[in-house]
């Protein structure tokens, strides 16, 4: 199957190919040129795994061995078999996407990649290893270096912004052990990070390295489709469970920060699930909220430090896809992004945001809101949630207020509440007083929610990743690797 960039500027390339490419040369992201075909209906009411595998080979079709691959990846490594479990509350379902070795939402994916690269790698016959370099706002990086982790062939580099991350975050990944894994922190915040990642990308461009350098985030293709399999997931517990009638429509309410997990669920929808509104939900970075509502793209703004780091984010990479999924246009998506480049902003034509309206609702809860979001959810629905499942829910309720639409909702749950400790104490009235670790085992001796196994042993786990540089040395850095 063929892929393309959003930006028509690169050659085509196949779908293993774009999995191992990462991002395509001309700075835009891989698509597939024909939107791939699927019928949904067989992927209700099956385990998680066999979605994933029908999904997968849907769209990528050229790394064999699809099932085993999946086997590899998620098998026994995660809390449930189903990997991503529905909670019915009164008001709404939650999609805990939490559950996987690293308590990230972001494992489901992580889990899957290193699979998908490595039979890429062999399909492609590529000798040389693979570099995989990736900027993160927290989560990302341990998954990412939890699933890499000692993978052959392929080596690993995690930069994280030097202050920007929860003491939990760093710990995990500061402490990750394998012999092809790099971890550093960087002077700056988050954009920065990711910003230094590209033009290390941009720099190394055509030079011979003694690797070829790929990306983990979530601009990377193979990063992105596994993440589809959860809204398939929740629509058949949702079937089976008799809640709804198979073809029922769903909303589904999203805590946004690159455009990723949204994404999935538009791809989901393409792909025939009976999605109704997908709910960009934001924190007090709402600058996705502006665009959903008005068609402006305004990076020109404050990053504000949240709650919720992980939606800290100004500038969302795979917004890119929408604008080319709903376009067809690849001249106008590279016009785009040149602009938001340049000038730091953009607006789409009034009919291109029509469509992004039609699917999409978006709004924001800030920190306050957030707070009193997850003491609500917990005294009123007896649901631990964490920051950024708390903008996803306060901002599905402002839909339901606002629009009526009362069909069954699904909020994403994209952390565990011990990701967050303080902030999830604070809010429920709880003392905040000592470390992290102290926050997590009061939170468990308040809640009797169960603190996650790879959390609980962090602590004793020593700091084997201690470096911080400048975001003008990260070059330098990854040259001398
Ligand atoms: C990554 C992340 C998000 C945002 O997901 P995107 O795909 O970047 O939109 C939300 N919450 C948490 C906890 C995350 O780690």
């Not at 293709?221 to 008799?242: E, M, N, W």
């Not at 196994?453 to 990260?474: A, C, F, W, Y």
Request: glycine share 8%; net charge negative.
């Amino acid at each position: 199957m063929q892929y393309h960039s959003t930006r028509g500027g690169a050659a085509e390339a196949n779908s293993a190919q774009a999995v191992l490419l990462g991002l395509a040369e001309d700075g835009g992201l891989y698509l597939p040129k024909t939107f791939p075909e699927l019928d949904w209906r067989r992927c209700i009411g099956v385990d998680t795994l066999t979605m994933a595998e029908k999904i997968l080979s849907a769209f990528l079709p050229d790394i064999p061995n699809m099932q085993e691959l999946v086997t590899r990846a998620y098998s026994g490594k995660f809390e449930t078999e189903d990997l991503t479990p529905t909670v019915k509350t009164d008001r709404f379902t939650v999609l805990e996407l939490f559950r996987g070795p690293t308590s990230a939402f972001k494992d489901v994916a992580l889990s899957m990649l290193p699979q998908l690269m490595t039979a890429a790698k062999t399909e492609a016959g590529m000798q040389e290893d693979i570099l995989i370099l990736t900027a993160t706002s927290g989560d990302t990086g341990k998954a990412a270096l939890a699933g890499f982790q000692d993978v052959p062939g392929i080596r690993i580099c995690v930069f994280y912004p030097d202050g920007g991350v929860s003491d939990v975050q760093r710990r995990q990944m500061v402490s990750q052990e394998g012999n092809n894994v790099t971890v550093c922190a960087v002077r700056g915040n988050f954009d920065d990070a990711q910003t230094g990642v590209k033009n290390i990308f941009a720099a190394c461009q055509g030079k011979e390295l003694p690797f070829a350098l790929s990306s983990a985030n979530s601009i990377n293709i193979g990063r992105l489709v596994p993440q589809i399999t959860y809204y398939f997931k929740a629509y058949s517990d949702l079937v089976v469970s008799g809640q709804i009638d198979l073809g029922d429509p769903v909303n589904f309410s999203v805590p946004t920060g690159n455009f990723g997990d949204i994404l999935a669920g538009f791809l989901a929808k393409k792909l025939g699930l009976p999605v109704g509104k997908l709910i960009c939900a934001s924190n007090a970075n709402n600058v996705l909220t502006d665009f959903i509502r008005t068609g402006t793209y305004d990076r020109r703004r404050p990053l504000y430090k949240t709650t919720s780091p992980s939606m800290d984010i100004l500038v969302s990479s795979n917004l890119e896809r929408l604008l080319y999924l709903l376009s067809g246009d690849t001249a106008l998506v590279a016009e785009l992004m040149a602009k938001l480049n340049t000038q730091g902003y953009y607006t789409v034509p009034a009919d291109l945001l029509e469509k992004v309206q039609q699917i999409f609702w978006a709004g924001y809860s800030d920190d306050a809101r957030g707070a009193d979001t997850i003491r609500r959810v917990w005294q009123e629905q007896g649901y631990l949630c964490d920051p950024h499942t708390a903008s996803g829910w306060a901002v599905a309720e402002d839909y339901v207020n606002q629009t009526g639409d009362n069909r069954p909702m699904v909020v994403l749950s994209t952390a565990s509440p011990y990701k967050f400790p303080a902030a999830v104490l604070s809010a429920i009235g709880g003392d905040t007083a000592g470390d992290e670790f102290a926050q997590m085992e009061r939170l468990e001796a308040v809640t009797g929610v169960k603190i996650p196994e790879n959390l609980s042993g962090l602590r004793q786990k020593p700091e084997r990743h201690t470096g911080v540089i400048d975001k003008e040395d990260m070059l330098t850095f990854v040259l001398k690797l």
